[in-house]
């Protein structure tokens, strides 16, 4: 008995802009897709008032099986800006099957690379260009773009991964990353809901 062999292949990936081709699922997060995901609800409802429904990040990925045994890998663009003093960011998410670890690989701009653990611990990993930031088992993770430019990197998990955005949709992160006087800082987040340490 033979099994069906999935053909080679490669993908072109431009490493300034984090284009894929050919590219699977595009995603693009707006403001309104966050809205309750930033502290300052006030300046989220004034930008999308005065501004519009800035878009905050796009998430390239390539058309994989979403199973075990594959290694799946996509590129995130996180376009500079506030909302409020809290720096934009990516929604997070905890990987269903909790185990599973990933990697980030930075390719422009600068970031955070934001860790939550399910007994509230929080890391920040600081990310740049060549930086290769790696998630271990059963951290929530999101990331932050702390400069100017877009922050942009590659990241790869496993197929069989998952993603549970729910959790931190209705917990969120204990720790906010927040401009004072043009500096990263960590601050507690009022609004976090779950464990603390
Ligand atoms: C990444 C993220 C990507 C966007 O590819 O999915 O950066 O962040 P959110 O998924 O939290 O919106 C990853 O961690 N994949 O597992
Ligand atoms: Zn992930």
């Excluded at 600068?110 to 929080?122: I, K, N, S």
């Amino acid at each position: 008995m033979s099994i069906k062999l999935m053909e080679p292949f490669k993908t072109y990936l431009d490493l300034q802009t984090g284009a894929l081709q050919p590219v699977g699922e595009v995603v693009q997060r707006r403001l309104s897709d966050m809205r309750n995901m930033y502290a300052d609800t006030q300046a989220v409802e004034r930008i999308l008032e005065t501004e519009g429904d800035r878009l905050i990040y796009e998430v390239r990925a390539v058309d994989l099986p979403e199973t075990a045994g594959f290694v799946l890998y996509g590129t995130t663009v996180i376009y500079p800006g506030r909302v409020g003093d809290e720096y934009h960011m990516t929604k997070g998410h905890y990987h269903e099957k909790r185990d599973r670890s990933e990697m980030y690989v930075g390719l422009g701009g600068a970031g955070y690379l934001v860790l939550q653990a399910e007994d509230g611990t929080v890391r920040g990993v600081p990310m740049e260009k060549g930086t290769i930031a790696y998630v271990p088992p059963c951290w929530a993770h999101r990331t932050v773009n702390t400069g100017e430019v877009p922050f942009v990197f590659l990241a790869v998990w496993p197929g069989d991964a998952g993603h549970d955005y729910h959790t931190i949709e209705q917990l969120g992160f204990a720790r906010l990353l927040v401009e004072r006087d043009g500096q990263p800082v960590f601050v507690g987040n009022p609004r976090y809901g779950g464990a603390l340490r």
